[in-house]
């Protein structure tokens, strides 16, 4: 195994940091890193937008839902879809672009843009023996998020991003089983098969909680899904979604 894939293997979200600052190089090689990934048609549909500024991250971390990680960390990154730049382009080029920004193909370009990045930022801070969490609390205020971070038209802060020096390495999840997850020349859609997967699954992270919490914890992976979708969230993002010029025909 390479170290390249020892590092995507030992993956773990970080939640809490030391109070040591990334420096302005270690960001933008993590920036940088960023920019390296694949993007469709070299469209490059995204923004990051760094926090330095200490009563910003400190309202991010409210308007996260009191996610403590989201304020002190050693930098927040915010992952932005963008296609506020193809606009300008429009200008410059004098075309009319207005109706295919509105797209849903374009908003997926975005969206797909900005995780291809993202993900290769994350990768490039555990490479550097950093710690990483995602956070997609953002998206539970993206109104005042956007206010706060002078979001204009063609841009949706999409989920934060907090990079630091790890306090102590968590445990590592464990994920779904590879044969549910990859399926060989068609889609494998066999309820049994894939039920019982699920179940071999749920014992697995049922001992993976009992384990950390001295028993505490009982839940499996079924449960979790179960409770996470039993009902509809965030329902104010169709809106935000196309009042933000995304999504729209
Ligand atoms: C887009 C995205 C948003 C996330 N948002 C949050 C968040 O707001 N807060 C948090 O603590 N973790 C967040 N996470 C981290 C997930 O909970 C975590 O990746 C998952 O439970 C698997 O754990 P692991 O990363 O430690 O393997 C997010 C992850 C992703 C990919």
Known sequence: MNQIIETILNHRSIRKYEDKPLTDEQIEVIVRSAQAAATSSYVQAYTIIGIKDKEKKKKLAELAGNQPYVEKNGHLLIFCADLHR????AEMENVDVSQALET???????LIDAALAAQNAALAAESMGLGICYIGGIRNKLVEVSELLQIPIHVIPLFGMTIGYPVHNSDKKPRLPFEHVYHEDTYQS???TLKAQLEEYNKTIKQYYAERTHGKRQDTWT????DKFSEPKRLYMKDYVQNQGFNKK
């Open 104 to 110: 849903t193909e374009c908003f997926m370009i975005a």
């Open 86 to 89: 193809h606009q300008l382009v």
């Open 190 to 192: 066999n309820s049994s």
């Open 223 to 226: 449960s979790q899904m179960a």
